[in-house]
């Protein structure tokens, strides 16, 4: 059992950068990948990043390539993502979850655990 609850999450103007954490419980967090996820108003959720279990490789949806990293610290329990050049079409309420597979996983349906998520403003 995971439970994930993130933080970091705010108001921020267009350009700008925010960073997000998910912190997990359970002495398992090393074992699992992680993913973030974002979904704004009337839209569906939709993949932003994913990193293995021992961080050695992450993947990234088209849209925030080369502006979001993604890491962790399996020592801290913890997952981060940092998000710089902030645009508008960021906005979302964005979610951590926790996966017990391995490789790139990118659908939602695999993984097991989700936080409540932490919403994200970001102003033109």
């Known amino acids: 059992q995971v439970q994930l609850v993130e933080s970091g999450g705010g108001l921020v103007q267009a350009g700008g950068s925010l960073r997000l954490s998910c912190a997990a419980s359970?002495?398992?967090?090393?074992?699992?990948?992680m993913g973030w996820f974002r979904q704004a108003p009337g839209k569906e959720r939709e993949f932003v990043a994913h990193i293995t279990w021992g961080g050695d490789s992450t993947y990234y949806a088209d849209s925030v390539k080369g502006r979001f990293t993604i890491s962790r610290d399996n020592a801290k329990n913890t997952v981060y993502l940092q998000m710089n050049s902030l645009k508008p079409e960021d906005t979302a309420v964005y979610y951590c979850?926790?996966?017990?597979?391995?490789?790139?996983?990118?659908?939602?349906?695999?993984?097991?655990?989700w936080g409540q998520g932490t919403q994200v403003l970001v102003s033109s």
């Open positions: 359970g002495h398992t967090f090393r074992w699992y990948a």
């Open positions: 979850a926790a996966s017990p597979k391995v490789g790139v996983i990118i659908a939602g349906r695999e993984y097991n655990y």
